[in-house]
């Protein structure tokens, strides 16, 4: 009789599949992804778009967060999950991003060779700190948007008077300028530099492969390698390098690329406080 029990679990166990949920159902191009997976004892193995995600104990379950590429090709992308009967399908919808023309100062719009380079080094510098951003989460609590009324938006197109044209890459938001710029989670900062078109940046690395910049600060208040809780002030908002007045652009790095930090921010990301998922 023991061992008929026995069995019986164990087919039980055996037949137990993963219950897959994704935020939001339909998504655009730029768009980050949540992935939630309950109904499972461990980290699952899955890949969306061909690429391995990395998961990190949520309050039920499983999450992972990836970035729907800006230049994607396809209408969908295929998610798998080891153990799930099917990939999941998730459509992806065209977006037209919106036009708009800026005028900055010359050496902004045709930048000479040499600050080519510089521009060049400072893409590399910030690039690096991403895989920083790797491991188990440094947060507890859902990310916050800075305050501040949305001047720019993620994605746009923006000529300037060279007549050269550059998709925007974060979110902009008005705030005085000299006021505190916050951190959006807990985290370490990975970078404080001053950049040519950037100005005065910090970045912080929350691990699970997020990681949030602030550009265009009128200086940083933090230095690398410090630990930063949500709210705690990592600079003042400024207008250094490429800008037309004082503002804070807020950039969202997740696993695959850069996101609209709008629809990152209402992700119901679920990470527990004592960084143990509870019984799926």
Known sequence: MRSLLLLCALTSVAAAKPVVTISPKTVHPG???LVTVTGVDEAPVAKAGGQPLAFFAAR???QAVFAVPLNIDEDHVMLEVKGDD???SIPVLAKKFRETKLVVEDEYANPTADDGKLIDADNGAIGATYAKAAGEPLFHHAFR????AITGYFGEWRTFQDGHRAQHLGLDLDETE???VAAVNDGTV???RETFLAGNVVV???GAGIASMYFHLQKATVAEGDHVRQGERVGLVGHTGRTTGPHLHVGIRVHGGLVDPQTFFKLPLSV???GVARAP
């Open 31 to 33: 768009d980050p992804v």
């Open 60 to 62: 039920q379950g499983f």
């Open 86 to 88: 099917k990939p999941t």
């Open 145 to 148: 948007q800075p305050r501040g």
């Open 178 to 180: 000299g006021s505190a």
């Open 190 to 192: 990975v970078l404080v």
């Open 204 to 206: 912080i690395a929350h």
């Open 272 to 274: 527990p406080s004592n």
